[in-house]
């Protein structure tokens, strides 16, 4: 159709080249600019031995592995992926609070998994004790991938769905106010996929620290033991924990805008430091304060024991149960955490699942519109099917372990030799999903002062909030339920894991694309 | 008189212990509190070699030398030398003003100090060419000790007056914030002389920041180049600067408040990036912009130039009179920086003089209270009354250098053999000062990561922003006049030397005891 308009020949459309090639200057000054801002702005980890052997009191820090530049995201995916968190956020509320349903799909995975069947002694052992408290707090992230087969329309597809410790809600805020920052200085050069609308703001520092406070003010409105010195939060963490920052302006921004304190424990330094009560209210010593002082923790929010790394003796165990039979509110319990598992996120793809959890039909159909095919490795004539599959059409798919926290993924052709070389009596503690084919994109990441320039995937993650009690008639109800703000991780693609906190990928942000 | 109250005797009045005593828990908690919070929140500086041989692109930082506790301060003392700023910024202000009394002056200094010959030079040099610009921006800081022989109430005497390069302005701002914080949440262990009224606040950041756009705002209003793309603050830095988050803090609010863009260059770099107009304007393109790019530079903000050491070439002289001799606003011009020589200390200290540039009796009256005894050690009749004094009485003096800059100050029984060393016609380079004898006070100082317990003593800096125009009749019409802001640094007794940046020395915040 050339030549139509007036003569003009009509050229075609092209995407504008993102990122812009730097030049030798550009780059110099981009880089002392980013670093420089990031290291001010607390957007940053304690250094690995590779950079600094020697940190006497951790006086040290390093800028967090980031992305030189926001990375493209489409545009409408995205709003997607924050419309639907408060259904996901109810969804996996009301999954945690169903403990028949929970019941059924741990009668198989208790034989293979020991951590999971952990957990599920702990929930049995508080439930014989009788539970304290009937308020639960989520502060969850629903992780997703951009699938976009050649020529195909993107589409959101859950990863998968965090109900414990998900991190970097802190440093993702940092990361798109520096990226924000540098394009407002022109520290990157012009270029038309960059403005203000498209890159979105991202709080989700204080909308984390407000979920965590508006469980602290409901154990509050419970009434509270009037010999207490104060009322507190209890961050539960990993000893030597290098991702310490994420962690601290969450309590930074409880304090600042809420009032409210907290303290760090680790698990081995909790039984020392805690009464419980025979009402179940948990009182908190930490050594620092004299020792008569009497802290009731209103809540308990988990950095660690999200893995089996984390119990690496029984009394860990016994701390987690005497924890879980107090009367704080936990965020989150181990039914919440069980929930999390990779087997429920399996067993909601089948539609009859999903409908019990969410009735309506709408929003079922947006939660579904997410989901992936995923597969028991069991001996269920469905299982029997996957096994098959993963041995004889393994490109199309990942192996995942039914428990959280990242890691320890087989990917397409190392499937059969990994399946291969454990006991089939092991395989069901696996899932098999049908492989995200992400959009490679370009982008840069700065990790320890080094810039390597390449091929990138992203993993969007939106946090959630939510508030709910567990009524005596078995209901839920829940009090709050917000979507709080988000995470883009980058990964290179050559790579096929996804944790920063494993020390692959690194926090990004979206610019957003029509 | 014990016993008159029913039979009580009454107790001494004790002053209670500061800082209280640590148990290693407290310690610890305290430490790592302190730490955390720091590293967040920009209260950093580069690492020096001793901590990281290697720092590829800077990508690390460690926490600012600080105090772990706030020092205690004498209230009024210290509210008197807030009081006096905006006093004391005119006085500089009408001063630097006053070319036939500087040029006075300089008859003398300039045979012994070629650092100020040369800065003197570039006046006249300029004056030749005629002067494009009559406002003049002031970033001061005025610098006391409190003197308190025993039994003597508690005053303050003017250590130095800086009219260039003034800095900590941001670390003071932080560190008072973090000492805040940290009796907030209680990592401080209970003490009476902790509360919310003696830790004053102080938002230095923001008042500096404040002072440059006013400048930069009104350089706007003389009318800008039409064809330039931006307007902006040249901020002229060190090489390898260490402090340089001291000074990114500014340019962060510069452009969060004020929308106002910053580039930093050092002299070295300048020449390839500026361009002067016939009439005086000054463009600047950085490295990393485009080539044709023209940003109109408002205000020149020094943070280099202040001491001979950081012009190690012809060419650096030659930058700093090309800048001199633009239409940009000077913070500040050469004759600001001249009016902070030591020599002008010395010769207010006479009160005819002081009284020519503060005729209000009551201003004259507190500024001059702040004045501790200066000599010169020139060949006039006061000089060599002087020169006496230093041989046979050095106990009581302290012997500095003219120029401004902090470093080589002689103290005490030094001060003969020292004198000796020199050839008698330099000598004038130097004036004797009375030395202060301030209380000594216990703190601990956090540097590295290593805590240091000990007597130490502290110094009040206080900012004051002021930007004035020379009127054709050789009056002085001041546009605005702030103070801006504290700094506490305080140091061991054991060093006799203050500056931070020299190593010697931490950033500290003040409590205030009445």
Redesign the interface.
Known sequence: MAGEQGGYPQLPIESPIYPPTL?P??Q?????TL???A????L?VR?TSS??E??????????APVTLWPSTFPREPFLEALAIQQTCNELYARIAADELFLESLMLELSKVDQFMKRLWDIHLYVKAKGYKQNMSLGLFRSDYMINQPEGKIPKIQQVEFNTISSSFGALSTRVAEMHR?LW????Y?DTPVLDRASLPPNNAIDELATGLASAHKAYSAQGTHPDADDLAVLFVVQEGERN??DQ??LE?SL?EHHDI?TYRLTLSEIPAAITIKEDGTLFCR?????EDTLIEISTIYYRAGYGPDDYTNEEHWNTRANLEASRAIKCPTVLTQLAGAKKVQQVLANPTYLSKFLPDKKAHERIFNTFTSIFPLDTSPEGLKARSLALEHPEKYVLKPQREGGGNNIYRYKIPGFLKSLPESNWSKYILMEIIEPPSIENTVVR???LIRGPVVGELGVYGTILWEKRDDGDVAIRENKQAGWLLRTKGTESEEGGVAAGFGCVDSVVLVD
Do not use: C, M
């Open positions: 030049t200057e550009q110099e000054h981009l880089i002392s670093t420089d801002y290291l001010a702005h607390g940053i250094p950079l600094v020697h940190n006497p009191n951790n006086a040290l820090a390093t800028v920052f407002k200085i022109e520290a050069p310490v920052f601290r302006w930074y304090i304190r930490p050594a620092h304060l004299p320890n002062g080094e």
